[in-house]
C-alpha cells in the first residue's frame, strides 16, 4: 500500500495577487491557515480523484489534515456537480472516501468533528494535533470530552492508526 500525507500548498502566484489587495496581516490569514490552504488542498484530493489518480493506483491512501480540509462540507455538493460534468465518471465522493484518511488537527469543536463523521465515518478519522501551531493538551481534552462513542473515540484516538499504519 502506498501512503503519504498532503501538506497545504503555497497560494498560487494568482491568488498572492487577488490577495496582495485586503490589508497585510487579513491577506498573510486568508492565503493559509484562516482559508487558503484548506481550500487548496480539499481542491487538489478532489482533482485527484476526479482525474483517476486513485484507480489508476488503487493502494494509494492519503491523509490530510485539519478535519478534513473543507472536504466533509463540500463532498457532497463536488460529487453532484463533477456527476453532472462527467456522469458516466466513477463516483468522486466514493472515491475520495475509499482513498482518504483525514486528522482533527487544527480543529477542536464539536460541528466539523461530527460533520465529519457523518461524511467520513469514524474508521477515516484520525488524531492529531497542529503542533507546533496548536496546543496539543487542547487537541487532547477536545477528543476526550467529544460527544462521539466510545468505540469511536478509540478509532480515532489510536485503532485507525494501528490499522493504517501496520502499528
Not at 490552504?37 to 491523509?63: D, K, M, N
Not at 494535533?129 to 496539543?136: F, M
Amino acid at each position: 500500500m502506498c501512503r503519504f500525507t498532503c501538506t497545504p500548498p503555497t497560494p498560487s502566484s494568482g491568488r498572492r495577487d487577488l490577495l496582495r489587495r485586503l490589508p497585510e496581516q487579513v491577506s498573510a490569514a486568508l492565503a493559509t491557515g484562516a482559508w487558503g490552504w484548506h481550500a487548496e488542498t480539499g481542491l487538489h484530493i478532489l482533482r485527484l480523484a476526479a482525474t483517476g489518480v486513485f484507480t489508476r493506483h488503487p493502494g494509494l491512501q492519503v491523509i490530510v489534515g485539519h478535519m478534513g480540509e473543507n472536504l466533509p462540507f463540500s463532498l457532497l455538493r463536488a460529487n453532484w456537480m463533477l456527476t453532472l460534468a462527467d456522469p458516466d465518471g466513477p463516483s468522486v465522493a466514493q472515491t475520495v472516501r475509499e482513498h482518504v484518511h483525514i486528522t482533527i488537527c487544527g480543529y477542536t469543536t464539536t460541528p466539523p468533528l461530527l460533520c465529519a463523521l457523518q461524511v467520513f465515518g469514524a474508521d477515516r478519522i484520525l488524531f492529531s494535533t497542529d503542533y507546533p501551531y496548536g496546543d496539543p493538551a487542547e487537541h487532547a481534552r477536545f477528543l476526550a470530552d467529544a460527544p462521539i462513542s466510545p468505540a469511536d473515540h478509540d478509532k480515532i484516538a489510536y485503532r485507525n492508526a494501528q490499522q493504517l499504519f501496520g502499528l
